[in-house]
């Protein structure tokens, strides 16, 4: 019998059933459910609403299930309508007609909201934890490149030398920020809404301080129509879970570029690589691929969630059946996702003398040039143009710009001495960019000692 069928006569049609049922996807919810469920018989108790022995019937009744649902002794009724009435139905089976009395004063409104604030409170420690092993797996490449040198890029142009290890020191400020946002997430989403019922309250002496206590809560909804209507912290927790998968779809883009044979910087350990069925040489950089492409599901998703809110009225309406499939789909995505990348980074092979020989090549340190001038009291702009004309000139002759020979340096500018070479040396154009924040070794060590205390 259905927890509403008092008034209808009938059945439902058979499609109607099963387009109605969320089963399938709420299963997930069932510990959380019996949680909520032993919370708030605890204050029908405690509130004299419901005797002490009746309570305590009830309660080892629901721990009951709990136990046999963990050890597989008791299976999820997928016939069921959503796992409330999976969960009541079972506790009449245990208990019998007594079970009936646990869902007064409450409302499948209310248990809904409750069971997806506990659930998603305890995702969100799991993510922070996932994002905490990630970060650890760039501050473990970070360490070991503090003196790998490399080209920075914008416009995907090599643009100025920096340490592998400053680049990847650059994903960590990411993943901190991630880190912030799921903690504020968690942090703001932590009200009760048990005890709002359907949307007025109840007429019940109920202690909803007390419910929220015992679940944890930071306090309460404060307006009963606003704690079965909100799902702004779906919204938040999509939000943020999109922002993690645009990172780490940067850094598996990169990975893409970098492990390809024109460049050659990087080689993705054989454990998170495929190969081709055609053609032999090939090994394909797919797991980064499926990182990148994963990134589009989760902000789907988001996008479906705020869509699906936008033009509801209050208070619950059906439609908010729709919230967690995709909310559930865009964490276990995220969770492997950062359990894929962070074992890609920690077996990650790095070619340094690839990486090097790119910078010079690229004239990464035409700039340096540039700046030798201006120390001299040259304007910057004319300093720009002569480095700009010696970089064509080694473009022309095919050499770097520590290949070039000073007297064409002196053509150039009388101010050249031979002193320009150890100025453009790459690994001194790196390490002379100290400003905080810059790619020089003692301001990486800084931050990852920074990021190493945020993460502890």
Same mark, same amino acid.
């Given at each position: 019998?259905? $927890? ?42 405690? +509130? ?10 009830? =309660? ?89 040198? @490399? ?17 990847? @020191?650059?994903?960590?400020? %990411? ?92 080689? =993705? ?9 055609? %053609? ?28 699906? $809110?936008?033009?509801? #009225? ?19 995505? =995220? ?31 035409? +700039? ?70 810059? #790619? ?17």
């Amino acid at each position: 019998m259905k $927890l509403w069928s008092g008034m209808l006569s009938g059945s439902l049609d058979s499609r109607a059933e099963e387009f109605n049922a969320s089963i399938k996807i709420d299963q997930r919810l069932v510990f959380k459910d019996i949680e909520g469920s032993i919370a708030h018989v605890e204050m029908l108790a405690h +509130t004299k609403i419901l005797g002490e022995d009746e309570a305590e019937k009830i =309660i080892d009744g629901l721990k009951t299930i709990y136990k046999k649902i963990q050890e597989g002794s008791l299976e999820i009724d997928l016939r069921s309508e959503d796992i409330h009435t999976f969960a009541e139905a079972s506790l009449i089976e245990e208990i019998g007609e007594l079970g009936k009395k646990m869902h007064t004063a409450r409302s499948r409104n209310d248990q809904v909201a409750t069971d997806l604030r506990l659930y998603l409170r305890d995702e969100c420690e799991e993510i922070e934890l996932l994002l905490k092993a990630y970060i650890s797996s760039l501050i473990g490449i970070a360490e070991n490149n503090i003196d790998t040198i @490399m080209p920075g890029y914008t416009h995907l142009q090599a643009a100025q030398p920096v340490s592998f290890a400053h680049h990847m @020191m650059a994903y960590a400020m %990411m993943g901190i920020r991630d880190m912030d946002r799921i903690r504020d997430v968690k942090n703001r989403m932590n009200y009760s809404p048990l005890g709002a019922c359907a949307l007025a309250g109840t007429s019940y002496p109920i202690d909803r301080d007390y419910t929220a206590a015992e679940l944890g809560f930071e306090g309460i909804m404060e307006n009963s129509m606003d704690a079965v209507s909100d799902r702004d912290f779906v919204l938040d927790i999509q939000s943020a879970l999109a922002t993690i998968a645009i990172h780490l779809s940067r850094l598996a883009e990169e990975l893409i570029i970098w492990s390809s044979q024109p460049y050659s910087f990087v080689r =993705i350990d054989d454990r998170f690589s495929t190969g081709s069925s055609i %053609m032999p040489q090939k090994k394909n950089p797919d797991m980064a691929e499926l990182i990148r492409s994963k990134a589009a599901r989760v902000i789907g998703n988001m996008n479906q969630s705020f869509i699906m $809110l936008k033009g509801l #009225p209050l208070a619950y309406s059906k439609d908010m059946q729709e919230d967690k499939e995709m909310i559930f789909d865009s964490i276990d995505t =995220i969770k492997i996702s950062l359990e894929v990348m962070a074992g890609q980074m920690e077996s990650l092979s790095i070619n340094k003398e690839k990486m090097l020989r790119a910078c010079k090549e690229g004239f990464l340190n035409a +700039t340096d040039v540039a700046d030798y001038l201006v120390a001299k009291g040259v304007a910057f702009r004319d300093a720009h143009h002569i480095s700009a004309r010696l970089v064509k000139h080694g473009i022309d002759n095919n050499l770097t710009l520590d290949e070039i020979h000073l007297s064409v340096y002196k053509k150039e500018s009388e101010l050249f001495e031979a002193d320009i070479y150890e100025m453009i040396d790459i690994e001194k154009c790196v390490n002379a960019r100290s400003s905080k924040g810059g #790619p020089a070794r003692s301001e990486v060590q800084r931050q990852i000692a920074l990021v190493k205390v945020r993460i502890s």
